[in-house]
């Protein structure tokens, strides 16, 4: 099956719909996926999708390929990402699909795919699935599996309602952005207690108002207006699977989620003192330093969920967390990234406190710090593009106290300089073509100096597209 080669990705699968996919292709994704798990004798899996517009035709395509290899099938149809997940403990079943391309825009699709509890596909699984495709070659079972439709709503709720306590009722902007958490989220927050002023909710998977991407100005500078028009506690933005986050302050002021991963930091080191937090390159200094102030173990390391969570599982951390949104909770939860949870714990730590979120990072290091910005770059030229970035940087900043071409692994997660009073960083996405770059500083005089150099570094490659409908946080270049 001649499938794009750059649709299998570092820890996910994902593509264009009716360029990189179709029924067919997607059908022997799901016999390659059946194919793994069954030489790992997984004979079960759960399958879910989010909202886009291809997911039905394609969750029938991957479930049809699956069964023919002898796995039987959980069917729990349009979900959260984190249902999924769960949803695997619930039937204890390693194996575990999400039809879903997160924060792309309406016209991707992709599969995330389990191989264990909570723990999703890496680089070496990702390319086993792309092997058994390229060769056609698929486990063939005497009898096909069993495809059972089921609902884990109820049981999720439960679920995720049993491990948080606010002691006040709050009053909450939820903006959803017409994507899958708009059946989701509203309900779990008001049955924590809370009143939803509710936005966007309507599920469309055409995403009227644009990709629902919590690490957008545009879509958190939309929250931020509603906070203050409601005199709202806190407002919340989700992506379009529910496992990501972004938050906006009872005062309307945005929170990057490098400072949200700080403030889960300070929380877990109040309860497990020492502990180590997992936080990935794009993160400001204020992780680093929030968590050594605070007598935690600071460990930086590659950017992806799979990645986070592998590496939370070896450090026995207690919590990690990423510039994107995802926070994976190890103290109190199964340590996957649930949008969910993570919202409520936020509240329920608002309440223990009694403050406003201002309050929560108020004494936090100050930094000025840009958004994660993303800027279209071809998948066959975007490891290049940032290669020569990183031998431009060593020339460039030979006295920084640190500039190393990955932060922590072998050399495909991008450059990063830290200075002592902030830093920059540029990596190629693992999951799209595109380049990623942040920056931040102390001053404002050299927060505009680091701001021209990534712009300037930027314009230098032809092959940077600045259309590319892949971009966010272009206006924090201007």
């Not at 909570?118 to 056609?136: F, G, L």
């Not at 779990?188 to 009227?208: H, Q, T």
């Not at 930091?265 to 102030?293: H, M, W």
């Not at 173990?297 to 951390?317: C, L, Q, T």
């Amino acid at each position: 099956m001649n499938i794009n080669p750059y649709a299998f990705r570092n820890y996910d699968i994902r593509g264009k719909v009716g360029e990189d996919f179709d029924a067919e292709k997607v059908e022997a994704i799901g016999k390659a996926y059946g194919t793994l798990l069954r030489r790992r004798k997984i004979r079960q899996a759960v399958v879910g999708r989010d909202c886009r517009l291809s997911g039905p035709e394609y969750q029938d395509a991957f479930m049809r390929g699956l069964v023919s290899t002898g796995v039987s099938v959980i069917d729990i149809g349009m979900v959260m990402t984190q249902m999924m997940y769960y949803a695997q403990y619930r039937f204890q079943t390693n194996g575990g699909a999400m039809i879903t391309a997160s924060h792309n825009p309406h016209n991707y699709n992709g599969f995330k795919l389990a191989i264990g509890f909570s723990k999703t596909t890496e680089m070496d699984e990702v390319q086993e699935i792309r092997s058994y495709t390229v060769r056609d070659r698929y486990y063939e079972a005497a009898v096909p599996g069993k495809i059972e439709k089921t609902d884990v709503t109820e049981d999720y709720f439960r679920d995720v309602l049993k491990r948080v306590e606010l002691k006040k009722r709050f009053r909450i902007v939820v903006d959803c952005g017409h994507g899958t958490t708009g059946v989701y989220i509203p309900e779990v927050l008001r049955r924590a207690g809370c009143e939803v002023i509710g936005k966007n909710l309507e599920v469309d998977g055409s995403f009227p108002k644009g990709t629902p991407d919590p690490t957008a100005r545009e879509v958190m500078e939309r929250v931020a207006a509603a906070v203050i028009e409601e005199k709202a506690d806190l407002g919340c933005a989700f992506d379009g699977d529910g496992d990501r986050i972004g938050v906006v302050d009872n005062k309307g002021n945005i929170l990057w989620n490098d400072v949200l991963v700080a403030i889960f930091a300070k929380e877990i080191l109040e309860r497990f003192p020492g502990s180590k937090i997992i936080y990935n390159t794009l993160c400001s200094q204020i992780v680093r330093d929030t968590v050594a102030e605070n007598g935690g173990v600071p460990i930086m390391w590659r950017n992806g969920h799979s990645f986070i969570k592998s590496k939370i599982a070896e450090e026995n951390a207690a919590f990690g967390g990423e510039l994107s949104g995802h926070f994976f909770f190890a103290d109190n939860a199964y340590g996957h990234d649930d949008g969910s949870y993570a919202i409520l714990r936020v509240l329920e730590y608002l309440s223990e406190k009694n403050t406003g979120l201002d309050g929560l990072y108020s004494e936090f290091p100050k930094f000025i710090s840009s958004p994660e910005i993303k800027i279209g770059c071809p998948d066959d030229r975007k490891a290049a593009v940032v290669a020569d970035v990183a031998e431009k940087f060593k020339k460039d900043f030979p006295e920084a106290p640190e500039v190393t071409d990955s932060s922590v692994i072998p050399g495909d997660d991008g450059v990063r300089a830290d200075f002592k009073d902030g830093m920059i960083v540029f990596r190629y996405s693992q999951n799209g073509p595109y380049v990623t770059v942040k920056f931040e500083a102390k001053d404002q005089r050299v927060y505009e100096e680091r701001k021209e150099y990534v712009k300037k570094t930027l314009e230098r490659y032809p092959e940077m597209n600045w259309k590319d409908e892949l971009c966010v946080n272009l206006s924090a270049l201007a």
